[in-house]
């Protein structure tokens, strides 16, 4: 029988609380920063120092990510002498994932000591100054998905019943996050991030609505595993990698395929930009 098999607790903390041991007994490193690595992004994982990969088919309570780019793996090793947890590939709403699967992982990193979490994604632009293969740091979100990954019975010892969203990305963090990418001449511009459900992308009316919004970028995930991070206490930064202009902007139709060759085109600078930021926070 399998690790992720084995027979655990029933509530939610105390699964989560059965993965978080599982981690800590594999990881040879004491982790305060974890990374989610979005559709293209997950080559960052294998520059890991001393890392350690663990299947998340090995992780109690883990589910596998269906789509291409999402290896499937947590990664353990350093960056700059930091101890970093890397998920190599995240679980969508749209694969058909409960949100309290969607999120199960940021529980457990949380629950495993983890205090900083690096929430990245490849989204479309809908902004005119952001172009293809530009990197934005998310300012903030619009939660569009129709769903609230705390919706049901809350766990004080997660965290309050009401979460305080003034703040979710954290704004210390974000002029790390500038003044990093200035060092590097990298144009980092802040932005809000609107998640849908998917997976369909946006019609250009829909576009056009998120526009009046106020949104900058547009996917189908982080936003709950934003929510679900600040809940459990967890400082935030995001960044999205635009990989595509959204339908209407550009008078061309838009496949995944090009998502994944822009998240393989800017890996270098997105990696380096990642390297220089983890160890200040």
Known sequence: MAPNEELTPGTLYE??????????????????????????????????????????????GFARPTVEGHAGRLVVGRVGGVGVAAMQGRFHFYEGYALEEVTFPVRVLALSGVKTLVLTNAAGGLNNSLKQGSLMLISDHLNLMGANPLRGPNDERFGPRFPDMT???????????????????????????????????????????????????????????????????????????????????????????????????????????????????
């Open 167 to 281: 703040e979710v990305y954290d704004r210390a963090y974000q002029e790390i996050a500038i003044q990093e990418a200035h060092a590097l001449e990298i144009e980092l511009r802040r932005g809000v991030y609107a998640a849908l459900s998917g997976p369909t992308y946006e019609t250009p009316a829909e576009i056009r609505m998120l526009r009046a919004l106020g949104a900058d970028a547009v996917g189908m995930s982080t936003v709950p595993e934003a929510i679900v991070a600040r809940h459990s206490g967890l400082r935030v930064l995001g960044i999205s990698c635009i990989t595509n202009m959204a339908a209407g902007v550009l008078d061309r139709p838009i496949d995944h395929a090009e998502v994944m060759e822009t998240g393989e085109s800017v890996r270098e600078t997105f990696s380096e930009l990642l390297r220089r930021v983890i160890p200040k926070l």
């Open 15 to 60: 699964r989560a609380e059965h993965a978080a041991r599982f981690i800590r007994s594999r990881a040879a490193e004491e982790v305060r920063v974890a990374l989610v690595l979005g559709s293209g992004l997950g080559a960052f994982a294998d520059e890991l120092e001393a890392a350690e990969a663990i299947p998340y088919s090995e992780i109690p």
